[in-house]
């Protein structure tokens, strides 16, 4: 049973992106092409808790306890050759992605750049239960997340007529047809 759940739950997303993610070892005619390990979904320390205060206040490690620049040297330690930092949240989230996160995940590409680490989130799907994120590497990633997160998470909001607003099916359509209108394209796993 263990194994068939890993294969459905991680292994076939993960062999899904990596298929994308074909690393070219010479860019002469006859290139030869292998396969990259990674991990699609991966949680730090801001995936974060929160009090049920009005306004919600949040607290560091909420699913997560470690930091990102951690996660890329225990990927790296276990040979993967990319993972994405998944984070998700609840009011404000994409708040504390765009100012603590992102900046954390600058850091950790320098630190560890022999692992390619991508931003991303874990989405709380409208209509659904959770949908992974993955935004390709430009220079507006994270402006880009933060628009996705933002507009459409279901917990971004605190109020809880907006939140049942936000949890439908239609915003969800809605969100995927906005991110197809993007330039470079996230990729979506639902």
């Known amino acids: 049973m263990f194994y068939r759940i890993f294969w459905l739950g991680v292994a076939g997303p993960t062999i ?13 005619p006859e290139a030869e092409e292998r396969w990259l390990a990674g991990d699609h979904h991966t ?3 801001y995936s974060v808790s929160y009090d049920e205060e009005n306004p919600p206040a949040w607290s560091i490690g909420g699913d997560g306890i470690y930091p990102i620049p951690m996660n890329a ?9 990319w993972m994405v930092a998944t984070d998700h949240g609840g009011p404000n989230h994409s708040k504390i992605n765009f100012e ?17 680490q991508f931003y991303g989130m874990e989405l709380n799907t409208p209509g659904a239960d ?24 279901r917990y971004e909001v605190w ?30 796993i639902a």
Do not use: N, W
Request: glycine residues 4%.
């Open 16 to 28: 899904l992106l990596a298929c994308g993610c074909a690393e070219q070892l010479d860019a002469g």
């Open 43 to 45: 949680h730090s320390h």
């Open 130 to 153: 959770h949908s992974s994120i993955i935004v390709p590497h430009t220079h507006e990633e994270a402006h880009v997340l933060r628009e996705i997160e933002s507009r459409f998470d």
């Open 159 to 188: 109020i809880e007529e907006e939140r049942l607003e936000r949890d439908q099916e239609d915003k969800m359509i809605e969100a995927l047809r906005a991110m197809d209108q993007l330039a470079e394209k996230p990729v979506v």
């Open 73 to 81: 040297l225990m990927a790296r330690h276990y040979g993967l050759d």
């Open 100 to 116: 603590y996160a992102y900046p954390e995940l600058q850091l950790s590409r320098a630190a560890v750049p022999d692992v390619v």
